[in-house]
Every structure is written in C-alpha cells, then in structure tokens.
C-alpha cells in the first residue's frame, strides 16, 4: 500500500504535523502578537500550497467549483482561521502542553457533528474511543 493513498497514514501524518504545530508554533509565538503569528503561518500556508497545486497541475476554473461547494470550502476556510486565531492565542497564554490536549477535543465535536449533520453511525468502540479521547484531553489539560 502506497502512503500516500492510505488515509489511516495520512491522519497519522497529519497527527504528527499537528503534533509539530504546537511546539513549533509555541516557540515562534513567544516574542510577537498571536495574530500576527497566525497571519504569517496562513501566508506561509498559501503559497506552499499554491506551488503544490501548480506543480501536480491541480488548477481548475473557479468557474467549474459548484456554488455548494465553494459555500462550504469558504466555510470550512472560516473556521480554520477562527480555530487558528484561537490555537495561536491559547499557546501564547498557556503551555502547548495543555493547549494540544483540549485543541484534540475536535476529534469528539467532529464526532457529534458527523452524527448529527451527516448521519454517520458510530459502534460501541468508536464511541468508547471517542470518551477516552474526552477523558485523555480533560486529564491532560488539568493542573
């Protein structure tokens, strides 16, 4: 199996990055304001991103996006940058240590809000995975 084309190695990628992002982000905002962090991570962001998409030819018309689509990438697009803005200023104010824990309570909301909004059925397992996340996330943020 490619890595690449494996999604439970790609999330686990992802968990790593993420993982990267607190130290890293921790230590470059110590010294500047966090929104002035989070507007320079978001503009390192676009233009790596864009030189990814030109250089696998992943360009298409705007034209061509469905208005459905384009409404919830823009949405979705909001969200990351509330959650950055928010992200950055916790670390600013408090250890990354405590930060990451709670920022992973997504995992659970993302949970709840793929039941409720686009019915995905979870088993004994999943939900008890889910609890212990809470649980871990809860234990690892207190003092």
Not at 61 to 88: D, E, H, K, N, Q
Not at 104 to 113: C, E, G, N, Q, Y
Request: glycine share 6%; with cysteine.
């Amino acid at each position: 199996m490619r890595f690449f084309s494996s999604w439970q190695a790609l999330a686990l990628a992802s968990a790593f990055f993420a993982g990267l992002t607190a130290i890293f982000g921790k230590i470059g905002v110590a010294d500047i304001n966090s929104n002035l962090a989070t507007l320079i991570r978001t503009a390192v962001v676009l233009v790596v991103l864009a030189a990814i998409v030109a250089w696998r030819s992943d360009w298409q018309p705007l034209a061509s996006i469905s208005s459905r689509t384009m409404v919830f990438l823009v949405l979705s697009a909001l969200a990351t940058g509330a959650s950055w803005l928010c992200y950055y200023h916790a670390l600013k104010l408090g250890p990354a240590s405590r930060v990451a824990p709670i920022d992973k309570l997504s995992v659970v909301i993302a949970m709840v809000l793929a039941l409720t909004f686009l019915g995905e059925s979870y088993t004994w397992r999943s939900l008890l995975g889910g609890a212990l996340v809470a649980a871990g996330a809860v234990l690892l943020a207190l003092p």
